[in-house]
Nanobody, 127 residues
Framework: QVQLVESGGGLVQTGGSLRLSCVGS????????MGWFRQSPGKEREFVAA????????DYADSVKGRFTISRDKAKNTVYLQMNSLKPEDTAVYYC????????????????????WGQGTQVTVSS
């Protein structure tokens, strides 16, 4: 069983940066693709970024490409989301997720492929 705990959210001005962290527990953490989703009030949950278990493949939503970077440190059981050039439309609760199946060579953008979710961390970008 994988458990996820996010941290690093907060309030930042437009153009600023934040780094989210997600610490995973459980012996299968290192074998799973990991990702980040976000949800703001009144909007659908939306894919942000994902990384394979081997960290060789990443994928990003078009809205964050060139601004956000996902990475993982297996030794620390941690996944990161570096967010730069933040915009007010990035304001949301950000959720760390672990994919359902281990050792997949690709990543998914659909929430149904992720069976473990963290509690979420709030990111607020002021204009």
């Amino acid at each position: 069983q994988v458990q996820l705990v996010e941290s690093g959210g907060g309030l930042v001005q437009t153009g600023g940066s934040l780094r989210l962290s997600c610490v995973g527990s459980g012996r299968t953490f290192s074998t799973r693709a990991m990702g980040w989703f976000r949800q703001s009030p009144g909007k659908e949950r939306e894919f942000v970024a994902a990384i394979t278990w081997s960290a060789t493949i990443t994928d990003y939503a078009d809205s964050v490409k060139g601004r956000f970077t996902i990475s993982r440190d297996k030794a620390k059981n941690t996944v990161y989301l570096q967010m730069n050039s933040l915009k007010p439309e990035d304001t949301a609760v950000y959720y760390c997720v672990a994919e359902r199946w281990p050792y997949r060579g690709t990543v998914s953008t659909g929430p149904a492929m992720y069976d473990t979710w963290g509690q979420g961390t709030q990111v607020t970008v002021s204009s």
